[in-house]
């Protein structure tokens, strides 16, 4: 089991230093996803599952393990690519897989708690009800050791032949689960259907796992607005759906939740009251942002590089949205409920959020994050475009997730390396740029320290995972941050 001795959990920004993170790698529910069901299980495409995880995420896994756990991996490296059963390193049913306390494998939580036969008991009801399995089905993934019962939930099989309900393959994008703020989790309510088991399963690892012990009462939930089950199907006002894409803490007292396809308004004003009625920040910016595929999340549109430098896609720079109207946006802060006109962004304080300060674009929220924030001089703010602004690559980057950087550390960032106008943009920018099958092998040889990076974005395969939607920032879920 993973230690509770070091179950420390804080995240007060997005750039400091990538302490614990939590993570799932690809499982066999990935190679169960057939053409007709891609876009309703949230795939673009169907992805080759040996060469998304050898090829691709094993990469991830051991750029981690060297920033994160370097004893897990140090000294190792040549040993496990070169081994015919290298892949058992990554199984976290296996006695060879890295089982780290700062590189957390979501699949091994819920090892953990199945080992608990009450606890076992119950999902295994939930899951069987949500996902409206006969009862001698139910009967019968009692009988399952955990191990096999986790792979199960997963990914639907308990081996190649039998598909017992559908895989969720959307469990590598670990950020949407749950966001760390301070020192609260505050837990996603999904909007598609293809992601509810991902809620509940994380439900009962946060509520349940000795990790999480000391920070059970800091679970923020949100809750579908009273009656709601008596009003039309389609009255998206009542609903309250929230993924952690949507989510960003930017600072300890500051964070921004977005308005997208998958997070509404209702949400984002229960969020925001939360945070404020339990003190753990004094700010929230919320950015509203066009319900669309393209966008899905606002991580989809900008992440954080340093405390003074940003990647975002140009459609939403000061100089695009001059004269652009938008949506009425309606919140319901637990006051009055407030309709802002021709607005995209309101900042609102506690204390007073029936007077919320707004931003013309987001390029103009993100300068002032980084002043405000982080006390950078105005001059010194960057911010790199997706594309470096030229017409289509900015569009067919994004899309690929040129916007969806994860941070290491404060100017230490992963991207996908198809995105070449992005990386040109880094470059003339002055950041390094390094392929990670590069990085691994001078971290291995004791050339470079991870201490010693700077201003470096470390580009990763990226032909099958793009396939996915989803980036590196969608891939973590961090724990823990400097």
Same mark, same amino acid.
């Given at each position: ?5 070091t ?20 499982d ?5 996803v ?13 992805v080759?599952l ?10 991830y896994?051991?750029l981690?393990l ?7 991996i140090?000294?190792?490296l ?7 059963n ?8 296996h ?17 953990d708690?199945?080992?608990?036969t009450?606890?076992?008991s119950?999902?295994v ?10 009862y001698?089905v ?18 639907g ?6 598909l ?21 989790i505050?837990?996603?309510?999904p ?10 399963i ?5 509520f ?39 989510v960003?803490?930017?600072?300890e007292n ?9 997070? =509404?308004?209702? /949400?984002?004003?229960?969020? %925001?009251?939360?945070?404020f *009625? #339990? !003190?753990?920040v ?10 669309k ?7 989809t ?6 405390a ?18 938008t ?18 962004i309101h ?5 007073n959020?029936?007077?919320p ?9 993100l ?24 017409f289509p690559?900015d ?8 916007? =969806?950087?994860? /941070?290491?550390?404060?100017? %230490?960032?992963?991207?996908y *390396? #198809? !995105? ?12 390094k ?23 470096t ?6 032909a ?19």
């Amino acid at each position: 089991m993973i230690s509770s001795a070091t179950n420390r959990i804080h995240v007060s920004s997005e750039v400091g230093k990538l302490r614990r993170v939590l993570i799932h790698s690809p499982d066999s529910g990935l190679g169960k996803v057939v053409p007709s069901k891609a876009q309703d299980w949230l795939f673009e495409d169907i992805v080759h599952l040996d060469t998304i995880r050898a090829s691709e995420y094993d990469h991830y896994v051991k750029l981690l393990l060297y920033f994160l756990d370097e004893k897990k991996i140090r000294g190792r490296l040549s040993d496990i690519d070169a081994s015919k059963n290298h892949r058992n390193f990554y199984k976290p049913d296996h006695p060879d897989f890295y089982r780290s306390d700062q590189v957390v494998e979501l699949q091994l939580l819920l090892m953990d708690i199945l080992e608990d036969t009450a606890i076992k008991s119950q999902l295994v009801a939930s899951v069987c009800a949500l996902e409206a399995c006969s009862y001698e089905v139910q009967r019968r993934l009692m009988g399952y050791a955990p191990a096999v019962l986790a792979r199960v939930f997963f990914s639907g099989t308990s081996d190649e032949s039998e598909l017992i309900f559908p895989p969720i393959p959307n469990f590598i994008f670990t950020r949407d689960i749950g966001i760390v703020i301070n020192n609260c989790i505050l837990l996603n309510k999904p909007k598609k259907e293809a992601r509810k088991r991902e809620a509940l399963i994380a439900k009962y690892i946060f509520f349940h796992h000795p990790m999480f012990a000391d920070y059970r009462q800091n679970i923020i939930e949100l809750m579908d607005k009273e009656h709601h089950f008596l009003m039309p199907n389609d009255s998206e006002t009542e609903k309250v759906t929230l993924e952690g894409g949507d989510v960003m803490v930017v600072s300890e007292n500051h964070v921004v939740i977005g308005i997208s396809e998958r997070t =509404n308004s209702e /949400a984002a004003a229960q969020a %925001v009251k939360a945070l404020f *009625d #339990r !003190n753990v920040v004094e700010k929230v910016s919320v950015i509203k942002i066009p319900s669309k595929r393209d966008y899905m999340h606002i991580d989809t549109v900008f992440t954080q590089v340093k405390a003074d430098v940003w990647v975002m896609l140009g459609d939403f720079s000061t100089e695009r949205m001059k004269g652009l109207r938008t949506d009425e946006i309606q919140y319901v802060l637990g006051v009055h409920p407030r309709t802002v006109l021709k607005l995209e962004i309101h900042q609102f304080k506690k204390g007073n959020v029936a007077a919320p300060r707004s931003f013309q674009s987001l390029e103009e929220l993100l300068v002032d994050i980084s002043i405000s924030d982080f006390g950078c001089p105005p001059e010194n703010v960057r911010i790199l475009l997706s594309g470096n602004n030229q017409f289509p690559y900015d569009a067919r980057e994004q899309w690929t997730d040129s916007c =969806n950087l994860l /941070a290491l550390g404060n100017g %230490v960032v992963l991207g996908y *390396d #198809r !995105n070449d106008k992005t990386t040109e943009a880094f470059r003339d920018a002055g950041f390094k740029v390094t392929k990670v099958e590069h990085l691994l092998i001078q971290l291995e040889e004791g050339r470079v320290h991870v201490d010693e990076l700077a201003d470096t974005l470390v580009l990763m395969p990226s032909a099958e995972l793009s396939r996915a939607r989803g980036g590196f920032h969608c891939m973590s879920m961090p724990l823990l941050r400097d």
